[in-house]
């Protein structure tokens, strides 16, 4: 055997392990809506906020409470754009939606995610408004990370991202808004086409 055919065995052998160890069915069509999903959330929360004649929220008041259903709406479908899109590629390529390695995914993913949620809200509770943008970037970007071992692992530049993002908010409260609108709008635009053209197209 031929040194060229060790070293394509080698490879093959690498793929598979790559295969069974990562879940790589990840649709970059869905980070694209998800993204489109999170301009008109923001864009529907800027008018809410525009027509209270406010420029802040009360934490019991009707807008905010309209601005959480807003938050809850674009989350939800783009978690469930996320879920048809990614089973209709895992079918496409003969892969099991949920095996070892979404579940790793999932659970890796969640876990920086709902610990930022409970502290989001325990902040929201003692009044304290001006992080809150900041910390889901910040969150957000940590849970990405942490997921990107059991999947695609260049989500994780995405997450260094939305980490600087946040951490820029934090700095800049004032500019929380439009940074998250950067962040979870039109970085998720950018990201999930330059992954659908890497991945999906292939």
């Known amino acids: 055997m031929e040194p060229k055919d060790y070293l394509k065995d080698i490879s093959e052998i690498k793929n598979m392990m790559n295969k069974s160890s990562r879940f790589i069915s990840l649709s970059g069509l869905s980070g694209v809506l998800a993204g489109i999903y999170a301009l008109i ?3 529907i ?22 601005i959480l259903l807003d938050l809850f709406l674009v989350a ?21 939606i949920w095996d070892s390695s979404s579940r790793r995914l999932v659970y890796n993913f969640l876990i ?30 940590l849970a990405l990370i ?20 946040g951490l820029t908010a934090t700095l800049l409260p004032g500019f929380g808004f439009w940074l998250w609108v950067l962040g979870f709008g039109v970085m998720h635009i950018i990201y999930g086409t330059w992954m659908h053209f890497k991945y999906d197209k292939n």
Do not use: H
């Open 41 to 43: 959330g923001a864009a």
């Open 45 to 66: 929360a800027y008018w809410l906020v525009a027509i209270s004649g406010r420029d802040y929220l009360i934490l019991d008041g009707k807008i905010f409470r309209l």
């Open 76 to 96: 939800l479908f783009s978690i469930v754009t996320g879920i048809i899109l990614t089973t209709k590629k895992a079918k496409k390529n003969g892969s099991k």
């Open 112 to 141: 920086p995610l709902v610990v930022g949620g409970i502290y989001i809200l325990i902040i929201l509770g003692q009044q304290k408004y001006g992080q809150t943008g900041g910390l889901m970037l910040i969150f957000y970007g």
């Open 146 to 165: 942490n997921a990107s071992k059991y999947s695609l692992g260049d989500i994780r530049y995405l997450g260094f991202i939305e980490i600087v993002l």
